[in-house]
């Protein structure tokens, strides 16, 4: 199971993206690797046959090796892919003794329906003595019962190591048509940008998926599920909050034992509104009065906007007030969890839990607190309407 698997539990014997850094050939923990769609889709597709030819090639960088490396194996992990039930598949291991004195080599076989080995005609056993630079041939069978994942070890146990060669048979995974990379059209400050992608899983198996990215992008739904041959809407969502010429940035899709990195990009220009005057002046005005003023702003550039007049005169001193009233919010979750202390003491509730719900609480409030509320323009003399205006 992934860290980021929303879904609680991954529904495969082994997980897949132990095997990318070997597929890929790059010497990178699995948990860091990342891989783009069109990468991933075609190692998902290919046949048996090319996955093992390309397993057992001599220039690959990244192997699975042991401390003492008493015989290489070719290839060092075995896969079998893209197979049908009740079909008969054969691959063949070879192991080369690099040392410069016979070796003694023995197997040890797991008990398997769908895995059997057959061995050289002259071995009487499972055991065998390798002169130097010489070769011993294993048959590895595979014989699928269905389309699921198999996973069996063939153990070699020598005079110096014991050493296993992991055979891997991937069933069923769902295969998500995404790009990679998004590219959304150019958008102002404040103005929401979206574009619609058709998210169609053309695999034969179910699609549990989630979204992970920063804003000011954001995509909707941010999970989902879909079936086989299924396709939903989704939307790559970017609402600037600063003028940068460039903003880019990697959403991440999460699906079962999957995870893919797609490029997201948008281009930020310049909108062209504006105030006719930037100072207001009301004369004399008598007590208990009013006098009004009228401001003109325009709007000559190719987008729609929202505006409100803001307490604050920036963006960062908003994100402050933010942050302390965020910080207010952890402070009282805190306060909360102390003074039921006593009450979880004497089993009158269930302080664990207590907490749990503490925290939800917090954190739902805290999210509202970023993504709706506004520090609206207040004062006990002035006024102005209206406070939020569309054009």
Not at 200 to 211: L, Q, R
Not at 258 to 272: G, H, T, W
Request: proline share 5%.
């Amino acid at each position: 199971m992934i860290a980021d698997d929303p879904w609680g539990s991954c529904p495969y014997s082994f997980n897949i993206s132990k095997l990318l850094p070997l597929f890929l050939d790059v010497e990178e923990d699995y948990e860091n690797i990342l891989v783009p769609p069109s990468r991933l889709n075609y190692e998902l597709q290919i046949s048996t046959e090319e996955r093992l030819r390309r397993l057992s090639k001599p220039t690959r960088k990244y192997r699975v090796t042991t401390e003492l490396n008493t015989f290489s194996r070719t290839p060092d992990i075995v896969v079998f892919q893209n197979f049908s039930s009740n079909k008969v598949y054969t691959t063949t291991l070879t192991l080369q003794n690099t040392h410069k004195c016979s070796k003694c080599l023995r197997i040890v076989e797991e008990n398997s329906a769908y895995f059997s080995l057959e061995y050289p005609v002259e071995s009487e056993n499972t055991s065998a003595r390798i002169a130097p630079g010489m070769v011993y041939h294993v048959r590895i069978i595979f014989r699928p019962a269905g389309v699921k994942d198999y996973l069996y070890k063939i153990t070699f146990v020598t005079e110096e190591e014991q050493f296993e060669v992991p055979v891997y048979a991937i069933g069923y995974r769902p295969i998500l048509n995404l790009p990679d990379v998004i590219t959304l059209k150019p958008t102002a400050i404040g103005v929401r940008m979206c574009k619609s992608l058709a998210l169609h899983n053309f695999g034969k198996a179910m699609a549990f998926f989630v979204t992970h990215c920063k804003p000011p992008f954001s995509v909707e739904p941010e999970r989902g599920v879909l079936k086989p041959q299924a396709t939903i809407e989704i939307k790559v969502i970017c609402t600037p909050n600063c003028l940068r010429c460039h903003l880019e940035d990697d959403i991440f899709f999460v699906y079962d034992d999957i995870r893919l990195k797609v490029k997201v990009e948008c281009e930020v220009v310049e909108a062209n509104i504006y105030m006719h005057d930037n100072k207001l002046s009301f004369g004399e005005v008598f007590m208990n009065l009013q006098k009004q003023e009228i401001v003109k702003i325009s709007n000559k550039s190719p987008y729609t906007v929202n505006f409100y007049w803001s307490m604050y005169k920036s963006n960062a001193i908003d994100a402050l007030e933010k942050n302390r009233l965020s910080g207010a919010m952890e402070g009282m979750a805190d306060m909360l969890k102390t003074k039921h202390n006593r009450l979880d003491f004497m089993n009158i509730i269930d302080g664990e839990g207590h907490n749990m719900v503490i925290e939800d609480q917090c954190k739902k409030a805290k999210q509202e607190l970023e993504e709706k509320l506004r520090f609206a323009y207040k004062s006990e003399v002035f006024s102005i309407i209206p406070s939020v205006r569309m054009f």
